[in-house]
């Protein structure tokens, strides 16, 4: 992932822009990513350092330094380090560093601290040479660590990475993001909106027309694990990409002064092809580990992921990730786990039940939104399950049976 330093970008009239690459601009930062590329596999077996180094001594223009530094960064992102070291480094420094503290307390008047002899004395214990040794005591240190491969690419394929991490980099400072977007089929939207749960997105979902409008809260509109989410964001943009029409708009605080900007993405695919390796999209670990421990427990409700999307015209859409069944009575529950990313999450699907939302939905909700069960009473057709830790099957299981009877 880029940094936003390394995004060749400008502003004008409110607006951030990146700047094409394109004509002999594209040439030359082709050539520049052959060059890098050419380096790096020459480092194969050295240190970071010394790929750093051999990159340093490249001639890069004034205004190439922001490009230079950003396919650089992502040539080091796809190579492959190792730490290399015979004897563990900390635990060497220690005994070296011991050992010499006691030699300088043992040091007459008029004598000199013999390093050379230290370093000697150390290497043979360990049956290192003097110059093994040195390489040793810091091979754990980040500019230490060796190149063991390299991920094949070309230079063409390194300039393609670079736009999209370009993209990508410019939401990690996103506040708000709109996407109005619209795909081929309901399948496609479904493995689209799992794919935001599964990055733990907060989002809003509003059906148009013609496809959905979904509001995403930005890493700068949060006060904490800004750098966490940012990354999130930044990985879900893929996949509004795979759409098949997609308008997106960012509100940035862009730089170091945080300047308020606005930043536009519109792409359009012949077909959609989010998460096209799956019918229904990765479930979150969460939901995973839940699903595998219901399965084991044997009860009268069948469990299994769901593709259903619940819509209530006016309020707001509900995206669960598993179904219930019970296996003798046939009645159905919807399962969504909201976590603990927003407690607004929380009231919006409260919002949504009071509303008059018709399907059964149990909602799984962290204790740490501090929100209590008893936020949809016995009226409601739906309800909370407040868990602290992990989700416990059993303890679904008495929640299902609650609602059932409920209901009836």
């Known amino acids: 992932m880029l940094r936003p330093g390394q995004v060749r970008a400008y502003s004008r009239g409110g607006e951030l822009f990146i700047r094409p690459l394109k004509g002999k601009p594209r040439a030359r930062a ?31 223009g ?21 730490q290399s070291a015979p004897v563990n480094p900390a635990e060497l420094r220690e005994e070296l560093f011991l050992l010499a503290s006691a030699s300088r307390r043992q040091m007459g008047a008029g004598e000199s601290f013999d390093r050379e002899r230290l370093l000697s004395e150390v290497a043979a214990r360990h049956q290192l040479s003097t110059q093994e040794l040195e390489s040793a005591l810091y091979a754990d240190l980040h500019r230490s660590h060796r190149l063991e491969s390299i991920e ?4 063409e394929t390194l300039i393609r990475k670079y736009e999209q991490a370009s993209l990508q980099s410019v939401l990690l400072c996103a506040s708000k993001l709109t996407a109005t977007l619209y795909c081929d089929s309901s399948q496609a939207y479904r493995r689209l909106f799992n794919q935001l749960k599964f990055l733990r997105l907060l989002y809003r979902i509003e059906p148009l027309e013609r496809g959905y409008r979904i509001d995403i809260d930005g890493p700068y509109s949060l006060f904490e694990s800004v750098v966490k989410y940012g990354l999130a964001l930044a990985l879900a943009l893929p996949a509004l990409q795979s759409a098949a029409e997609l308008d997106l708009v960012a509100e940035l605080l862009w730089g170091k002064r945080r300047q308020p900007l606005r930043f536009r993405i519109s792409s359009k695919n012949q077909t959609d092809s989010a998460g096209a390796d799956s019918e229904l999209g990765a479930l979150p670990l969460e939901v995973s580990e839940l699903l595998l421990s219901f399965e084991a427990l044997g009860s009268h409700w069948h469990a299994a992921p769901t593709a259903a999307l619940l819509h209530l015209p006016g309020v707001g859409l509900c995206v669960p990730d598993l179904m219930f069944e019970h296996r003798t009575l046939g009645a159905r529950v919807y ?22 939302l018709a399907e059964r939905v149990l909602f799984a909700v962290n204790s740490r939104l501090r929100v209590s069960a008893e936020v949809l009473d016995g009226d409601a057709i739906s309800a909370l399950y407040v868990y602290k830790h992990k989700m416990n099957a059993p303890a679904v299981v008495r929640q299902l049976d609650l609602l059932i009877a409920r209901a009836t």
């Open 30 to 60: 082709t050539e520049l990513a052959a060059t890098l590329l050419k380096r790096a596999e020459g480092c194969v077996g050295l240190t970071r350092t010394k790929l750093w180094r051999d990159w340093s001594e490249l001639e890069v």
């Open 62 to 82: 004034l205004r190439e330094r922001r490009l230079a530094a950003g396919l650089m960064k992502l040539v080091e992102d796809g190579c492959r380090f190792s």
């Open 152 to 155: 094949p690419m070309s230079a």
């Open 335 to 356: 399962f969504e786990v909201l976590g603990y990313w927003s407690r607004q999450a929380v009231w919006r699907r409260v919002e949504l039940v009071r509303a008059g």
